[in-house]
């Protein structure tokens, strides 16, 4: 006799039942790795002690006026102060394309999340209330305050990638169970990110009550796994009266199963009457929440284009602050502006050498190989630089102590050097316009005469 979820012998009709219901959960919980493109942002680290803060002049009204500076209303007009974050209105002018245009609903929904986060986020009466619920160890039933604010705080791990594809989740997690989403500020979110939420801030205050929530791990006695697996929760019986007053939901690569009965429709119902929730995770988590079959109605009208989610998240949630934004405005300037193509590359690596010259060599040769990156030529005539952008003093973009070994950025890109040669420059030129013939060992002539800076 096959045993149920709670150990005991299951009659048929509901062995049967959880045998499905086991499949399909096993089948949520398969999260699908995707390959985001997140917006032009390059956060560059180093010497932050020693840059001055940046405050970065509007654009010109020309260039705006040529852009949606609210990106098809997914940002809000107003309860900002455009001044204390220059990005979120200005990042539009940098884009080429204008982006997928948000869905009317999404759009909707996003001013109603941002009323629920301005009612029950830090410094309300709401926010006061839950707190001192959590420090009570009351259920969400019994306790005081608002019915309807309920929390989801986002542990911040893991490289800047994790954490932007883990807030991403978090947020939409909270957008579709209706939580106020709170964001672990350390590991540098509070410092690199302007607040995305008008009138409120998403950065999970100070005396939060749960003071080691950080150390959570796949071992803490409170995740909604071990609870399953230790009987201290029951999908299928629990009651209100009888849950803890917060749960922690750890979706880490390290997952058990129970844990990712988290993507099961009847543990989402346990879930919602639970009022804080913690979530970790390292993984982009959006793909496990489109099966979960109570979700995916709202999600299919939230995005009618499933391929856009982070897309339209990320440009909702993600500004660079001031700071951030101007080693970002001033890199740009000096080095992308001019380019006619731009082709990004991610390196990771791991090992004790990160900055192998066999690796960059590797990188540079398939990268030719396979007609990526334009060939370098040498070249006796430095590349003209187009008037707009000569006409400009451009400060020497940020650097760190690495950025002249390994790199690949500076007037001789794919050697790793920052610094010109005195007889000769690098050149490059795009495929299309590669030389068939050279005059002189060493020169070629390009068919059109054009010309990339690299």
């Known amino acids: 006799m096959e045993k149920g979820r709670d150990g005991a012998a299951a009659p048929p009709l509901k062995m049967l039942d959880q045998y499905r219901r086991k499949r399909g959960c096993a089948a949520n919980a398969v999260l699908v790795a995707f390959i985001v493109t997140v917006p032009a942002m390059a956060i560059l680290f180093g010497a932050r002690s020693s840059a001055s803060a940046l405050w970065i002049g509007s654009a010109n009204a020309s260039r705006l006026g040529a852009h949606d500076r609210l990106l098809g209303g997914l940002l809000a007009d107003d309860g900002f102060d455009e001044r204390s974050c220059h990005s979120r209105y200005e990042f539009a002018t940098y884009r080429?394309?204008?982006?997928?245009?948000?869905?009317?609903?999404?759009?909707?929904?996003?001013?109603?999340?941002?009323?629920?986060?301005?009612?029950?986020g830090p410094g309300t009466a709401a926010y006061s209330d839950a707190v001192e619920q959590l420090r009570s160890g009351k259920s969400h039933a019994g306790a005081i305050g608002s019915p309807e604010c309920r929390y989801l705080v986002s542990i911040s791990y893991q490289g800047l990638g994790n954490r932007i594809l883990a807030a991403g989740s978090a947020f939409l997690y909270a957008v579709l169970t209706d939580r106020l989403l709170l964001v672990d500020p350390s590991n540098e979110m509070g410092e690199l990110f302007c607040e995305p939420f008008p009138g409120t801030t998403w950065l999970l205050p100070p005396d939060f009550p749960l003071t080691s929530y950080t150390n959570f791990s796949i071992d803490t006695a409170e995740s909604y796994g071990n609870m399953l697996k230790n009987k201290a929760i029951d999908a299928a019986s629990t009651?209100?009266?009888q849950l803890p007053p917060f749960a922690y939901v750890h979706l880490d690569h390290d997952?058990?199963?129970e844990d990712k009965f988290f993507f099961c429709d009847e543990d989402q119902r346990v879930l919602r009457d639970i009022r804080w929730l913690v979530m970790r995770t390292d993984s982009y988590i959006v793909p496990g929440l489109f099966l979960v079959m109570d979700f995916q109605e709202e999600l299919a009208t939230l995005f009618p284009e499933p391929d856009a989610v982070f897309h339209h998240l990320?440009?909702?949630l993600f500004h660079p602050n001031n700071h951030v934004w101007g080693f970002i405005t001033r890199y740009y300037d000096a080095y992308l502006a001019p380019a006619h193509q731009r082709v990004g590359i991610q390196v990771r690596v791991f090992g004790a050498d990160p900055e192998s010259p066999e690796?960059?060599?590797?990188?540079?040769?398939?990268?030719?190989?396979?007609?990526?990156?334009?060939?370098?030529?040498?070249?006796?005539i430095e590349p003209a630089?187009?008037?707009?952008a000569s006409a400009r003093s451009f400060p020497k973009p940020f650097s760190s102590p690495r950025s002249s070994?390994?790199?690949?950025?500076?007037s001789r890109a794919c050697t790793g050097s920052t610094r010109r040669p005195a007889a000769r420059r690098w050149a490059c030129t795009s495929p299309a316009t590669r030389s068939t013939s050279s005059s002189a060992p060493g020169r070629t002539t390009p068919r059109r005469g054009r010309r990339y800076t690299c």
């Open 96 to 120: 080429r394309n204008a982006g997928r245009k948000p869905s009317q609903y999404l759009v909707t929904k996003l001013r109603r999340h941002e009323a629920l986060q301005r009612r029950c």
């Open 239 to 241: 009651t209100a009266q």
């Open 255 to 257: 997952a058990t199963v």
């Open 314 to 316: 990320g440009r909702y």
């Open 359 to 380: 690796l960059l060599e590797q990188i540079t040769t398939c990268t030719q190989k396979e007609n990526l990156l334009p060939e370098l030529l040498v070249a006796g």
């Open 385 to 388: 630089v187009p008037p707009a």
């Open 405 to 410: 070994r390994g790199t690949m950025t500076g």
